[in-house]
């Protein structure tokens, strides 16, 4: 009797090898083809999310009044603070330069892309950091608009085609 258990154990091992093995390959190809499906799916959300954030930062920033109008002041070499002989208080251009602190934790965080960075704000950027008044304005509150900073480094060191023309911020 106990012989026969011997065959039989050694029959059912040898069956779980043959079928077992084969059953375990097929099942790490699976997994693994799985797993490219839905690299790719995230990879696809992310694309989309980035695309919606950008959406979104545009129409904060763009979409407010006293933002559009330190873009024009600054566009058009014109003084932008109240006390300069501009239209705007101090609190307006906190926000606007505030506005791309949000961009650059929206940047940093992953939700936004270099491309999308640099298409859509690095050109305001740049007309900001080249503004006398502005540079004045950060130089005299140097712990504040570290995102804005953050940005110019980002946009001088982006690969993106969008940013080629603003590499050569100073």
Same mark, same amino acid.
């Given at each position: 009797?106990?012989?026969?258990?011997?065959?039989?154990?050694?029959?059912?091992?040898?069956?779980?090898?043959?079928?077992?093995?084969?059953? &375990?390959?097929?099942?790490?190809?699976?997994?693994?083809? &799985?797993?490219?499906?839905?690299?790719?799916?995230?990879?696809?959300?992310?694309?989309?999310?980035?695309?919606?954030?950008?959406?979104?930062?545009?129409?904060? &920033?763009?979409?407010?009044? *006293?933002?559009?109008?330190?873009?024009? *002041?600054?566009?058009?070499?014109?003084?932008?603070?109240?006390?300069?002989?501009?239209?705007?208080?101090?609190? /307006?251009? /906190?926000?606007?330069?505030?506005?791309?602190?949000?961009? =650059?934790?929206? @940047?940093?965080?992953?939700? &936004?892309?270099?491309?999308?960075?640099? =298409?859509?704000? =690095?050109?305001?950027?740049?007309?900001?950091?080249?503004?006398?008044?502005?540079?004045?304005?950060?130089? %005299? !509150?140097?712990? !504040?608009?570290?995102?804005?900073? /953050?940005?110019?480094?980002?946009?001088?060191?982006?690969? *993106?085609?969008?940013?080629?023309? @603003?590499? %050569?911020?100073?």
């Amino acid at each position: 009797m106990q012989k026969g258990l011997e065959k039989w154990a050694v029959i059912a091992a040898a069956l779980v090898t043959i079928v077992g093995f084969p059953l &375990l390959l097929v099942s790490l190809w699976f997994a693994y083809h &799985l797993d490219v499906v839905i690299s790719q799916q995230l990879g696809e959300i992310k694309r989309i999310a980035q695309s919606e954030n950008s959406i979104a930062l545009n129409t904060m &920033l763009f979409n407010d009044y *006293s933002n559009a109008g330190i873009i024009r *002041s600054i566009q058009n070499d014109k003084p932008v603070l109240i006390g300069n002989g501009g239209s705007y208080s101090s609190v /307006d251009l /906190d926000k606007y330069l505030g506005a791309f602190n949000t961009v =650059a934790l929206v @940047y940093r965080d992953g939700f &936004l892309s270099d491309d999308h960075l640099c =298409a859509s704000f =690095a050109f305001y950027v740049k007309e900001a950091h080249q503004n006398s008044e502005v540079k004045k304005y950060m130089t %005299e !509150y140097p712990d !504040y608009f570290g995102g804005f900073r /953050d940005l110019l480094t980002v946009i001088k060191n982006s690969n *993106s085609s969008f940013c080629r023309s @603003y590499r %050569e911020l100073p």
